[in-house]
């Protein structure tokens, strides 16, 4: 449970990294921010579907992204989620903190 | 923060909806992913097995999202509920005392504030309230006018809507059977148009209804008259009664909500001021310089300001003072609202009311301070537990949030409580008439605005003196507990709360000196030295002016009164008094002059003195001792020589002495020589704290009244005296008013400043006490559980109980008998001050010093019984076992 748990963590974070990053396009569904994820990655980042919900839940409640029911590009009735304005602050402070993060790892694994 | 909240209340309230919208989500979700799948040209069934395939446990996404929902603040709360209430009932000692003192704090503030909401916040029941106002005097407040100046009021402003005017009249109702005294409100035509009151049955009367004097005999009964009086009979409209012998037509009833525009004040009916010389015997509508109308008032015109109001009027009334010089002076206005009439009333009830007020907060402050040291008490106690849940991982946050709750829970508990009583307290102050005679007053029923208050002050009760432990929660090293028990740090210095708690004995001895000293001397005050006996003896009040009687008739009906008065069985003696003594707070009185003064200048008048007229045989009925000389008789009549009994002040001052005044003369301003027959015991006229007053008592015969009381001294029981009193009258005449009451209740009102004295120190008094409980078991509580191990040990090597208690309570008792010494003395200060409203108020009284004593003592006792029973029930076993 508790390995289980501390890989989820690491996983959470990145994931509401990518979530909050695909919203700033704008307003979408969670299919299609799954769908968009691994577009721009080009199928390197596979989203966890079964993770992602819980994920864009969690980022509601924190008040990052907010969600309303719309209407689909197929006609059908969906939840479409946008970004917040602290969502937008916070997606600043993830993305530079996830630059210097790699940049270190990077440098750390080239040294060795 | 917020955005989460409602969230978590959406997902508590609307848990089912939201479980389905996930799940529409979800689906939608792999559905757009089997449609991804189908346009790679799979099988339709193929392309939805991938797509789940893809996605995973919808039921473990489920329960994932749900999660981060997380657990609901109300269900933690729910929790925290039931943990709390567990809690509270271990300890029930501790939960009736917290409840109590915040029922009894929480209730004060509660009552003021309803006082409070009925008298100055909410508006007059009347539509628009917000633009009535009334003109007032600068010079004086008063309100009141002359009829020809209302009408020019009326007539020449440009501001009001327009100006209505009433006066309060008293009367004589006779309605068929059992004629009455009644209370009415004479009005000008336009009164109920003005402030657009709707009548509740029949019709009002309107402007167009007065063509001059006497023109408009119509009655509209309120609407608590109508039921008291007629029964609510619809019938009554169309009736013609007599007032003061006078027809008048009742042509509707206000509704129930309308009492005129004066708080306090509810009127048995209103009728036309054109009408006025039918109630009052002379008419006074065209005496410009007599200003008899009580008030006028109106709607301001839409967008003119009171200042812009208060000047248009002002420069009427300077028109006025020119043309009028004689008649109109000082016609200087100011704007006011009429419910209070004015600053006259309103300021003296705001100042008090505000007062009132700061003290029950500071009351309730108090109240908190004490509950917050009694929590600390019960926080240091559970500090095992406390840390016991802090080392399995609680979170600091979660067990003050436990704290609180109790708080809380116990402050809705006593608010509960509390308002509960200041309703009914306040229902029951709605309908309290405190003199029969008077139609006043407090309209103070409550409202949800009282509601509301309540709730707010139990909450914030509830989280300041939760708040009080809360350093010594977050404190709280578990470490250190767990491994060497609570480390009892005893502080012997004097603290700020030692300090406090020795403010509020002393406040709460003084309180109970107080009261005591009231109640002792308004109790003596009811036995001695009034100058009559109140006890067994009837007072009827009657009015033959308003049934009619003028001249000789008026004599001639008081003989025959007495007469049948004394054909009552067990009738002792009946006299008659144009005013009791004590009846109300001025009484008659007149300036007297020496035999030997010429120049009866008022400045060379020898005394003022007391005036009663009254029948031979008044002594005997008012039980008033005659010390020498004789009483009258019915050949003191007016063709007899001027005589007069006197009391022994009036001998005093006028003669030098008692034995000095039999025989002798004294003069009267009009000249008339008065000879003196006899000396009665002196007594209290106008108040009971009023020093010895010089009165006279003269022969009716000689100087007729019609306004009469009878005096009837009778051991028969009261309710069938007033049965036969009632049917006596209305043999002699049908028409006749009468007011029947024991003489004790005739002195409601001159005992009402002293028994409201009395009785608001009582109170006051309770609630010094209770804080002072509060206060003492705080101190005692933390004290023995603070000091627990010192104690054990202490029983463990073979301390008596006495030690035991003295160690444990020593410092509790000290401040006690500290705080009651100075408040003892401080009360006997105060008691000075008291002497003013209550009669007799001494505190150099065994009696009451006893009792002060005694008070304290049972006070202290109540307040260490708990945390004594806790210290002598310490088995120094369990203790060095568990610690």
Known sequence: MASDQSRLDLLQGTLDLLILRALRAGAMHGWAISERIELISQDVLQVNQGSLYPALHRLEHRGWIKAEWGVSELGRRARFYSLTASGRKRLEIEAENWGRLSEAIARVLRMA | ?????????????????????????????IEMEARKNRRR???????????????????????????????????????????????????????????????????????????INAMILRPLNVPRAESLYSIHRVSDNSASQSYPGYLDLRDRNRSFEDLAGYNVLRAGLDAGENPSRVWLLAVSGNYFDVLGIQPHLGRVFHGSDEHGPNSAPYIVLSHAYWHSRFQDDPGVVGRVVQVNKHPFTIIGVAPPDFTGTLLFFSPDFFLPMVNQEQVEG??????????????????????????????????IGADLEKTYPKDHAQMIFALARPSLYGDYLGRPVRAFLTALMLLAGLILLAACANLGSLFSARAADRSREVALRLALGAGRMRILRQLFTEAVLISLMG???????????????????????????????????????????????????????VRQVLRTDPYEIVKSGSIGRIGRRITVRDLLLVVQIAICAVLVTSSMVAVRGLVRSMHSGLGFEPRNAMLVGTGLEMAGYRGDAVPTMQKRMIDAMETI????????????????????????????????????????????????????????????????????????????????????????????????????????????VGIVEDGKYGNLTEDPEPAMFLPLLQSPSSEIWLVMRSNADPQQLTAAIKSRLRDLDAGLPSFIQTWNQGLDLV???????????????????????????????????????????????????????????????????????????????????????VYQATPRDPLVLAGVVLAMLLLGLLATWIPAQRALSIDPVILLREE
Request: charged fraction near 20%; hydrophobic fraction near 50%.
């Open chain 2, 41 to 115: 040209d799979l099988d339709p069934a193929e392309a939805e097995r991938q797509a789940r395939l893809k996605f995973g446990s919808v039921v473990s996404a489920t329960e994932e999202c749900r999660e981060q929902r997380g657990m609901s603040s109300i269900e933690i709360l729910a929790k925290d509920v039931r943990f709390g209430l567990r809690m509270l009932r271990k300890s029930p000692g501790f939960t009736a005392v917290a409840v109590l003192t915040l029922a009894l704090s929480i209730g004060a503030n509660a009552v003021v504030f309803g006082v």
């Open chain 2, 282 to 315: 002379t008419s006074i509508l065209n005496a410009r310089g007599t200003r008899w109308i009580f008030m006028t008032m109106g709607h301001l015109k839409a967008g003119v300001t009171p200042a812009q109001a208060a000047a248009d009027v002002n420069s």
């Open chain 2, 1 to 29: 923060m917020w955005r989460d909240i409602v969230l978590r209340l959406r997902a508590l309230f609307f848990r089912r909806r939201m479980d389905d919208e996930l799940q529409e989500e979800l689906h939608f979700h």
């Open chain 2, 415 to 469: 608010g509960a409580i509390g308002l509960w009583g200041s309703v009914e307290l306040l229902r029951w102050l709605s309908v309290w008439q405190p003199f029969p005679q008077f139609p006043i007053n407090l309209p103070v029923s409550p409202d949800a605005n009282l509601y509301g208050v309540a709730l707010l002050l139990a909450l914030a009760s509830g989280l300041l003196f939760g708040a009080v432990p």
């Open chain 2, 569 to 676: 069985p067990g009738a002792a003696s009946v006299g008659l008094v144009d005013l009791p003594p004590l009846a109300n707070a001025t009484g008659n009185g007149a300036i007297v002059f020496t035999d030997e003064t010429t120049d009866l200048a008022p400045a060379n008048a020898a005394a003022t003195s007391m005036i009663f007229k009254i029948s031979p045989d008044y002594f005997r009925a008012a039980g008033t001792a005659l010390l020498s000389g004789r009483t009258f008789t019915s050949h003191d009549d007016k063709d007899a020589p001027h005589v007069a009994v006197v009391n022994q002040e009036f001998a005093r001052k006028i003669f030098g002495s008692a034995n000095n005044a039999m025989g002798r003369y004294y003069k009267r301003r009009d000249g008339t020589r008065i000879q003196v």
């Open chain 2, 751 to 837: 005992l009402f400043p002293s028994r409201v004295a009395t009785v608001s120190l009582g109170l006051l008094g309770v609630m010094g006490a209770m804080l002072s409980i509060t206060g003492i078991f705080g101190l005692a509580a933390y004290s023995v559980s603070k000091r627990k191990r010192e104690l054990g040990i202490r029983i463990a090597l073979g301390a008596e109980r006495r030690e035991v208690l003295q160690a444990a309570l020593g410092r509790a008792f000290k401040l006690l008998a500290f705080g009651s010494a100075a408040g003892l003395f401080l009360g006997i200060l105060a008691s000075r001050v008291l002497a003013s409203i």
